[in-house]
């Protein structure tokens, strides 16, 4: 019996976001679960007067990070993506709950707890508001190990 169906996973195009997804797939393939990848662009920016120009659109970047990663996806597992705009932790928490997903996977990137206190972190966020499960993965760690006789 499987005890995930739908897994979102969060990607930004980060080391950390890649060894996520990677996590995810071989989670997929053991539960027979379908995978929807994520990437939240962020919100248009608004000229506030004439001489205030807005920063480029990152959609097509986030376009080419969302096909690059479906396309690095092996043919039996399941996905759909989604392109957002918004913040993204609160988009993260919206798609995970809306989409009827039973796990998150992101990647964590592990910032010092300075740069947390100053800036905050958006699988921090996630993992502390989430109603759903939350994975945190980063690049580098070494891969979960089940005690004898325990499934992870």
Same mark, same amino acid.
């Given at each position: 019996?499987?005890?995930? *169906?739908? !897994?979102?996973? #969060? !990607? $930004?195009?980060?080391? $950390? #976001?890649?060894?996520?997804?990677? *996590?995810?797939?071989?989670?997929?393939?053991?539960? *027979?679960? +379908?995978?929807?990848?994520?990437?939240?662009?962020?919100?248009?920016? %608004?000229? =506030?007067?004439?001489? %205030?120009? #807005?920063?480029?659109?990152?959609?097509?970047?986030? %376009?080419?990070?969302?096909?690059?990663?479906?396309?690095?996806?092996?043919?039996?597992?399941? /996905?759909?993506?989604?392109?957002?705009?918004?913040?993204?932790?609160? %988009? !993260?928490?919206?798609?995970?709950?809306?989409?009827?997903?039973?796990?998150? /996977?992101?990647?964590?990137?592990? *910032?010092?707890?300075?740069?947390?206190?100053?800036?905050?972190? =958006?699988?921090?966020?996630? +993992?502390?508001?989430?109603?759903?499960?939350? +994975? +945190?993965?980063?690049?580098?760690?070494?891969?979960?190990?089940?005690?004898?006789?325990? #499934? !992870?």
């Amino acid at each position: 019996m499987s005890c995930y *169906h739908r !897994i979102l996973v #969060a !990607i $930004d195009g980060s080391a $950390d #976001a890649e060894a996520a997804l990677q *996590h995810a797939v071989e989670l997929a393939r053991d539960q *027979h679960a +379908l995978i929807t990848l994520l990437t939240v662009a962020p919100p248009l920016a %608004t000229p =506030v007067g004439a001489a %205030t120009s #807005a920063p480029p659109d990152m959609l097509d970047v986030h %376009t080419k990070l969302l096909r690059e990663a479906t396309d690095s996806l092996p043919a039996d597992v399941g /996905v759909r993506t989604r392109l957002e705009r918004g913040n993204p932790a609160e %988009t !993260i928490l919206e798609v995970a709950v809306e989409g009827g997903h039973d796990l998150v /996977v992101m990647g964590s990137h592990g *910032h010092s707890r300075v740069h947390r206190a100053l800036l905050g972190s =958006v699988s921090e966020r996630v +993992l502390q508001t989430s109603t759903v499960p939350v +994975l +945190l993965m980063r690049h580098g760690a070494p891969a979960p190990v089940a005690a004898p006789g325990k #499934a !992870i």
